[in-house]
């Protein structure tokens, strides 16, 4: 490949790769352990207040409404984590607030399965159940660990 054709693709993919290097820090500081409460909590309570707006398919229903019930459900917790995740918490907190990203992620993968067992006809409940087993079990504590008392509900 000439040279110039070299540059062309790598340019771009030198951009990207320091925009995705910067995401979530800006050159700014890592959070206060109060500040990082604040935020953290908005960004659950806002979760809440999604979730509970969302009517609910109703309770035999394990197909496409379901399906549609869950993608909403995603949304909102894709939402939730892409805020929790741009926030830059204390050092002292990092790798708690890492293990509560990872459970989160874990959590929107369990419903992502359920999701997709509502649509192909399988056990969706079963998997909807997996979800809520892990997420009532896991990330309680590590919630409360942050002081994010709205996370852990």
């Not at 805020?83 to 990092?94: C, D, G, K």
Request: charged content about 10%.
């Amino acid at each position: 490949m000439p040279r110039r054709a070299c540059l062309r693709v790598q340019l771009p993919l030198l951009g990207a790769a320091l925009a995705l290097s910067a995401c979530g820090s800006a050159g700014s500081s890592p959070l206060t352990r109060a500040a990082l409460q604040t935020r953290g909590n908005s960004a659950c309570a806002a979760l809440h207040r999604s979730l509970a707006s969302l009517p609910a398919p109703a309770p035999a229903n394990t197909g496409p409404a379901l399906s549609a019930y869950l993608s909403r459900v995603m949304s909102a917790e894709r939402s939730e984590y892409r805020t929790l995740a741009a926030l830059r918490p204390p050092i002292s907190e990092q790798a708690a607030y890492s293990a509560l990203l990872h459970g989160v992620s874990h959590r929107l993968a369990l419903l992502g399965g359920a999701a997709t067992s509502a649509r192909s006809g399988g056990n969706a409940l079963g998997a909807l159940q997996d979800a809520v087993v892990y997420e009532a079990g896991a990330l309680p504590p590590l919630a409360q660990r942050l002081g994010l008392s709205s996370c852990s509900t």
